[in-house]
Nanobody
Framework: QVQLVESGGGLVQPGASLKLSCTPS????????MAWFRQAPGKEREFVAA????????YSTDSIKVRFTVSRDVAKNMVYLQMNSLQPEDTAVYYC????????????????WGQGTQVTVSS
């Protein structure tokens, strides 16, 4: 059984940066597509970014792509989401997820989920 453990959320001001981390206990990051999703209050869970088992990377939008960076460290068995130039609309609970399915953006195709970490961007 794979358990995903996230860390790194917090309260920051607009324009600040945060780095989220995730490690799959009981699994390896190179065996799964590892993704980040987020869910704001009253909204559906949405895809943010993913790094496939092969190492290829996908972002949800150009706005995310220019501000966020998803990466993995196979040696440390960690996946990261570096978030720069954070804006209030980035406020959400961020989830780490893992799948062996080829579908990237639909949360229904992910097998494992972390508990979520709150990111709040506010002045």
């Amino acid at each position: 059984q794979v358990q995903l453990v996230e860390s790194g959320g917090g309260l920051v001001q607009p324009g600040a940066s945060l780095k989220l981390s995730c490690t799959p206990s009981g699994g390896t990051v190179s065996a799964y597509t590892m993704a980040w999703f987020r869910q704001a209050p009253g909204k559906e869970r949405e895809f943010v970014a993913a790094v496939r088992w092969s190492g290829s990377i996908t972002y949800s939008t150009d706005s995310i792509k220019v501000r966020f960076t998803v990466s993995r460290d196979v040696a440390k068995n960690m996946v990261y989401l570096q978030m720069n130039s954070l804006q209030p609309e980035d406020t959400a609970v961020y989830y780490c997820a893992a799948t062996r399915n080829v579908v990237l953006t639909n949360p229904d195709f992910y097998y494992y989920w972390g508990q979520g970490t709150q990111v709040t961007v506010s002045s």
